[in-house]
């Protein structure tokens, strides 16, 4: 088993900055992929960003290519996500996953994945 907390969501104005980190326990952290995704109210749960087990692949989706960056630290057990420049249109609840050794290619589909957290609420103001 592995357990995923999420933190940093808040309330930010539009054009502001959040980092979302998520804290992973219970087994070799280095063995997952990890991925960010969100789902908005009434929407379904929407794919944005994933990360390798070394952090040297990266996938983002378009529509937060160039604002959102996905980051590690294996040495921390926590996966970070960076948002610059948000958009009402970010706001969603943020979830954080884990997948055992799947290829990081693989990552835009949430079937990919092992465990997921509890999600944090993002509300970007206009």
């Known amino acids: 088993q592995v357990q995923l907390v999420e933190s940093g969501g808040g309330l930010v104005q539009a054009g502001g900055s959040l980092r979302l980190s998520c804290a992973a326990s219970?087994?070799?952290?280095?063995?997952?992929?990890m991925g960010w995704f969100r789902q908005a109210p009434g929407k379904e749960r929407e794919f944005v960003a994933a990360i390798s087990r070394g952090g040297a692949l990266i996938y983002v989706a378009d529509s937060v290519k160039g604002r959102f960056t996905i980051s590690r630290d294996n040495t921390k057990n926590l996966v970070y996500l960076q948002m610059n420049n948000l958009k009402p249109e970010d706001t969603a609840v943020y979830y954080c996953?884990?997948?055992?050794?799947?290829?990081?290619?693989?990552?835009?589909?949430?079937?990919?994945?092992?465990?997921w957290g509890q999600g944090t609420q993002v509300t970007v103001s206009s």
């Open positions: 996953a884990a997948a055992y050794k799947r290829p990081t290619e693989a990552g835009s589909r949430a079937e990919t994945y092992d465990y």
């Open positions: 219970g087994r070799t952290f280095s063995d997952y992929t």
